[in-house]
């Protein structure tokens, strides 16, 4: 079967950074996305890899390993807003996005 | 600005009562999702359409259906609601297979 596994729940302090870590099981890999969902809100997109390696966009960075089937999303500089829930997803073979059920990020003054 | 809409926001439907979720998009893309979430779960995709191309999940109850009359709209039509529908109905769309995912706001869908 499909699989993405990533931890439930993860406490930071505002100002620190932050790794939150997914790893997937999938038939077949055609891109990694991660969104971010405040409670209560839609995902909205945050990043994409398709390749090896790091991407940066601001304070959020997604690195991807596809032979080792592991992403991480790394916060920096973390804000009381970046408390949400962080979602992991890959497109399979089929073009089909398998979800995580997502990383509640509690960020502490 | 370009962007996904659904309405309402918040429905209260009675239990075995048919309701119909709507959503529309200005990005003019191919793809429209609909996705059933509940709380501290991840998103279940109920079904999609890649333009009039219906494509139902295969875990999708009959109770679950959907209409995508043009481009810009599809419906989400709940013909019986059970207790267990409950939940956050989530609209997205895609300019294809293999592109990100842009999400509505929402319908919170409560039954009673």
């Known amino acids: 079967g499909q699989n993405i596994d990533q931890p439930t729940e993860m406490t930071a302090t505002e100002g620190a950074i932050v790794q939150i870590n997914c790893t997937y099981q999938?038939?077949?890999?055609?891109?990694l996305f991660w969104y971010q969902q405040h409670a209560g809100e839609a995902p909205t997109f945050l990043s994409y890899?398709?390749l090896d390696g790091l991407e940066e966009k601001g304070r959020f960075s997604s690195f991807l390993s596809r032979s080792k089937g592991y992403s991480y999303l790394l916060l920096k500089e973390l804000q009381m807003k970046d408390s949400a829930s962080y979602l992991c997803a890959v497109k399979d073979s089929n073009y089909q996005l398998i979800w995580g059920a997502g990383t509640k990020l509690i960020i502490k003054p | 600005d370009a962007m996904v809409i659904q309405n309402p926001r918040y429905q209260v439907t009675q239990f075995g009562k048919p309701v119909t979720l709507s959503c529309s998009q200005t990005l003019n893309h191919n793809v429209m999702y609909w996705y059933q979430q509940k709380s501290s779960q991840a998103p279940k995709l109920l079904f999609h359409y890649y333009d009039k191309d219906f494509n139902n999940e295969a875990d999708t109850p009959d109770n679950f259906q959907s209409r995508r009359p043009n481009t810009s709209f599809c419906f989400l039509d709940i013909r019986s609601p059970g207790l267990g529908d409950a939940a956050m109905y989530l609209c997205?769309?895609?300019?294809?297979?293999?592109?990100?995912?842009?999400f509505g706001p929402g319908t919170r869908l409560t039954v009673t």
């Open positions: 999938t038939s077949g890999f055609n891109g």
């Open positions: 997205a769309t895609s300019s294809g297979e293999v592109d990100e995912q842009y």
């Open positions: 890899n398709v």
